[in-house]
Structures are given as C-alpha cells and as structure tokens.
C-alpha cells in the first residue's frame, strides 16, 4: 500500500466525510479565547452517571483501605518498624540502667573505712610510696599539654569568696580555696576559675555530701578544716614526696592541704583520654576525700564498673596499673573499670 502525494493511501475511501467545525462547548478554544479547563463538572454533556449510593454492591473505602490500596506491602512494614524501633529504644534505655546501676553499688565509698582523725596524721596521705618499676610508670605519665609552673614561692593566697552550707550533713567541713604564690593564672585559667570548679564540685550532690554525712562551707577568713590549693609541681613533690617519678597530688594533713598539682590540673590524665573537666572533678574530689578520711586507695571492684573515686585514677582505671603502685592492694588484676569523677555518681 502506497500513499498518494497528498495523504491518501490510493485506495477507494467512500464518501468523504466533512468535520463539524461549528463551535463547540468542549472544543478547543480559538486564538484569541482565553484558556479554560479541558473538564467542565458543571456540565452535562448527556451522559449516563453511575449513582453508586443506589447499588449495594458498592462499598465506600475508608481511610486505611486507601492506604492500604496506595502503599500496598509497605502499609504493613511502616507500623511494624515503628513498633520495632520503640522496641529498640526502651531495651537499650533498660540496658543502660541496668550495666550503670549495677556497677553503682561498688562505687560508693565505705564509710567504715575512713579515719574521722586523719588530720592528726603527720605524713601526706594519697601519694604512692616505695620503689616501683620502672616499667609501671608509662600508664600514669603526665599527658602532653599546656604549660605549668614547676617551682613556686612555697607560700599560698586565699581567694577571696565565701559560701552557704551545701549539703545536709551533720558534720559540716570549712574550706578556703588557695593558690601558691608564682603561678602563672594564664595556665591553669585564672583564680576565679579555680574557684568556681572546686566549689561547683563539692556542691554537685554526686560528691561527698551526697550520702548525708558530710557538708561543706567556703570561708575566706580564719582557719579552715581543709585548704584546698593549687600548687606547682616543685612544692607538690615537698609536700606529697617523689619516691616514684610521676607527677601526683595528696593530701597534706600538718597544713590541712588538699594539694592539687597545678600540672595535673593543666594536662590531665592519660585515662581521661582529654576530658579536662571530668578530671578535674576527679581530683577535687579524691584529693578531698583523703581529707574526710578515706586513706587507702581502691582497687576496680567489678570489670567494666565505674571506678570508685578512690582508685588512683591519674595512673589509670585497670587493676594491672595501679596494683603496680601498690603492691600490698588485694584484688582481681584483670578487672578494668570506666573512669568516674565522683564518691556517689548515681545521687
């Protein structure tokens, strides 16, 4: 079959029909009309509409039918994820309570072990004594870091500030916050700074007043049951000893000096892995804690707990580390604890 040059196929086609070219409602507008819808609903072009409400057969579909038809398998998936997910959520909330309420109970310190009369004591209580090996020394190496002052005057300031009683505790402890003289306030943030960390620690209700047995108030004036001083590595090593070569800090009891080691404060501890803050918190609150009378150090009671507050963190949170530095210490070797700034973490 061929076409003819103009469009026919060469064929006999009958009549030929003519097209309506009136105008028509539904046609096509002209040029010059403006637009309007292909579909008018207002307009009955005389054909048949199915009256479903009059067939019984015929039901509405609701809602969720609609869904159902739109999203097919994945209607079902959506709420069983959902489900699944919420799920998910309260066993790991449940889990996580559970592996930090556990651990708690071997954290809080036992108040039978503390020496209400440690301020008789004449040598400094906290640092490690004796010889050690060599090879122990790495876990508890001071971190790289900023600046410290490795030798001050030996004499200390008061800072100025004194507070309300925190805690309920029936035995209240006074405290100043001092500074050793030579220190440089750009390495270790300034007095104010000082100040606020020790005082926001001892009043955070995870630290010792959390068991209701102690208090504490911040005097500037008279003498104070316990003087809490941030002091250079030289006089730190006069007053807490340096039998073994890290830097530490202890608590002094002819002075009643919590003795913060300035370069600790400044750099940390390799168990902290660079949470400044935390440590910090940490080392108020073990240094303090030999004050109230807790002496002896603690081993990690329960591998993967938190470690207690008087575990010689600052040389790590593993019993293998710190047994190295006291080799009279009864405990599992092989339990390693998170570490833990604080006497009571869970109040």
Not at 224 to 251: A, F, M, N
Request: hydrophobic content about 30%; overall charge neutral; proline content about 9%.
């Amino acid at each position: 079959m061929s076409r003819t040059e103009d469009g026919g196929t060469g064929l006999d086609e009958g009549p030929v029909r003519t097209k309506d070219v009136g105008p028509r409602s539904s046609g096509r507008p002209k040029p010059d009309q403006p637009l309007r819808a292909r579909w008018d609903p207002t307009d009955d072009n005389g054909r048949p509409r199915v009256d479903r409400d009059a067939q019984p057969e015929y039901k509405k579909q609701s809602a969720l039918g609609r869904f159902v038809s739109t999203y097919g398998w994945r209607a079902y998936a959506i709420p069983v994820l959902t489900i699944l997910t919420i799920v998910l959520i309260v066993v790991t909330i449940q889990d996580g309570r559970g592996s930090d309420l556990a651990p708690t109970a071997a954290v809080n310190p036992d108040s039978a072990a503390r020496n209400t009369d440690i301020s008789t004591e004449t040598r400094p209580i906290g640092a490690p004594t004796g010889d050690i090996q060599a090879a122990a020394l790495p876990a508890g190496t001071l971190p790289q870091g900023g600046p410290f002052t490795t030798q001050g005057k030996q004499t200390f300031r008061v800072l100025r500030g004194a507070g309300p009683k925190v805690g309920t505790g029936g035995q209240e402890y006074t405290y100043t916050v001092e500074v050793e003289n030579g220190l440089n306030p750009q390495d270790y943030g300034g007095d104010p700074t000082f100040a606020k960390m020790v005082d926001m620690t001892l009043a955070n209700p995870r630290s010792w007043i959390g068991d209701g047995r102690v208090s504490f108030r911040r005097i500037d004036r008279g003498e104070p049951d316990l003087r809490i001083t941030l002091v250079s590595t030289g006089t730190t090593r006069e007053l807490c000893g340096y039998q073994i070569k890290l830097e530490t800090s202890c608590y002094y009891p002819p002075q009643e000096r919590v003795t913060l080691n300035e370069a600790r404060w400044v750099r940390g501890a390799l168990s902290y892995q660079g949470d400044d803050i935390a440590y910090r918190q940490y080392l108020v609150n073990h240094e303090v804690g030999h004050g109230l009378g807790y002496a002896s150090h603690e081993p990690c009671r329960e591998n993967g707990a938190l470690a207690p507050v008087m575990m010689q963190q600052s040389f790590g949170t593993a019993n293998s580390e710190i047994m190295a530095l006291d080799p009279d210490m009864k405990a599992n070797r092989t339990f390693v604890c998170r570490p833990n700034p604080w006497p009571f973490p869970k109040r």
